[in-house]
């Protein structure tokens, strides 16, 4: 959907500020959101698509006043009520008033957690699963497009051309993951795209590039 | 507010801790979660997984031409003969700096990041301000952060749309012929591999 999420260059966010010594949590109840989101992934369960899904769907004003890990902590309480595993008044009461049936999601302990971590998840596909539309030097098209649901296609590229340097393989389609309708794999291209076709005159440097992972249901040839 | 999220001085803090603890407590009585499982994957990202691990990536390729040679051609297969493999790091490629090129890596659309090379993202990475402008004026991004890059070198910024997860190669820096592969590890910082710092 074309939310406040999808933010290149947009304007008016003020400078980067890094720091020194930077943080990965800046309050301990961050570092609970963490763990709570990979321990639940598994077992609610949601896939990484579907999460940014709920996190796309925040209201923009909402979404700008709140911090990162509290945009997960959405998503998550959204999943939990989904799957009728928790209910909005068991959230308001922060009390259990009913069991949830947990069968087929047992919690794992921290051990067999880490190894599902670090195993991950399997997104690629023999790169013969798809037969590739766009060979590697071709130039391509980014596609408008104004659907509601989730994608991976910004909107600062639609509509602007490039040049295709890499087929990276064949990989699931977010797009219908996030709906839980189908993987349809599809070949994903690095797309090549001059700052100078994005920016305009306002391009810092006449050789300045943009490259985005795109999958081939997002381009069209010119 | 103010139109940068401070950590200091989230008014919000306090009801969202309490918020998150009664979730928790409300899951671990549902029998959903326990709290031993939370702590013990908050403490391995928190401790175990971080920029120290794409420094010792970043260190070997500078020292073993035939390692670099690989890792640039298959990133995921290179990187996961070394153990480097992972949720948020399925697929990971590494790009290499040069005199001609600067590479930076941005995600707009939420905060995509190589957990396994560079552990949990910082703040900044995260912030609306750098998912904004580091693809339409990175040259100014890179000032905020201090860093001047030649106007004949080309600047690439890669957004992190899709699942590939990109770190970036610093340039040795000259001058340490005379170093080893550990030495040469910490030089290399964790916003020299995001591509807004150079080495």
């Known amino acids: 959907m074309d939310g406040i999420h999808d933010m290149g260059g947009m304007q008016g966010f003020g400078p980067v500020r890094p720091v020194e010594e930077d943080f990965k949590f800046s309050a301990d109840w961050e570092r609970r959101v963490f763990g709570l989101t990979q321990a639940l992934g598994g077992i609610t369960p949601f896939n990484v698509d579907e999460f940014r899904r709920q996190i796309e769907r925040i209201p923009p004003a909402e979404y700008l006043n709140t911090l990162y890990f509290e945009k997960w902590l959405i998503a998550l309480e959204w999943f939990l009520q989904d799957r009728g595993l928790v209910s909005a008044e068991e959230l308001a009461a922060s009390a259990k008033l009913f069991d949830a049936d947990t069968a087929g999601r047992e919690p794992v302990d921290g051990a067999a957690l880490l190894a599902i971590l670090g195993e991950g998840v399997e997104l690629e596909y023999p790169r013969d699963t798809a037969v590739p539309a766009f060979a590697e030097g071709a130039t391509v098209r ?48 690095t797309v090549c795209f001059a700052a100078a076709d994005l920016w305009g005159g306002e391009a810092e440097a006449a050789g300045d590039e943009v490259l985005a992972d795109l999958m081939e249901s997002y381009l069209e040839p010119v | 507010m103010s139109h940068d999220h401070s950590h200091d001085h989230d008014p919000l803090e306090k009801g969202t801790a309490l918020r998150v603890r009664a979730l928790e407590e409300l899951l671990v009585a549902k029998g959903l979660v326990t709290s031993e499982a939370l702590d013990t994957v908050i403490s391995h990202y928190e401790n175990n997984v971080g920029p120290r691990n794409g420094a010792s990536v ?36 590494v790009i290499e700096n040069t005199p001609d090129v600067h590479n930076m890596v941005v995600c707009t659309l939420c905060s995509c990041y190589p957990w396994p090379l560079l552990g949990l993202p910082p703040a900044w990475f995260k912030s609306m301000s750098y998912r904004a402008r580091a693809v339409s004026e990175p040259r100014a991004v890179l000032a905020d952060f201090g860093v001047a890059v030649p106007a004949d070198t080309s600047v690439r910024v890669w957004d992190s749309t899709a699942e590939v997860r990109y770190l970036v190669m610093p340039m040795r820096p000259a001058g340490t012929d005379v170093l080893n592969e550990a030495d040469l590890a910490a030089l290399v910082t964790r916003d020299g591999m995001i591509g807004t710092a150079l080495v």
Request: glycine fraction near 10%.
């Open chain 1, 142 to 189: 980014v596609k408008l497009r104004h659907d509601v649901s989730h994608n991976r296609s910004p909107r600062y590229l639609r509509g602007r051309t490039g040049t295709i340097i890499a087929d990276i393989g064949v990989f699931q389609f977010p797009d219908t993951v996030a709906q839980n309708i189908g993987t349809n794999p599809q070949h994903l291209y």
């Open chain 2, 58 to 93: 970043v260190a070997k390729a500078w020292v073993d031409a035939d390692f670099k040679a690989r890792l640039l051609a298959d990133g995921p297969a290179t990187l996961e003969a070394l153990g480097f493999k992972g949720f948020q790091g399925e697929h990971m490629r």
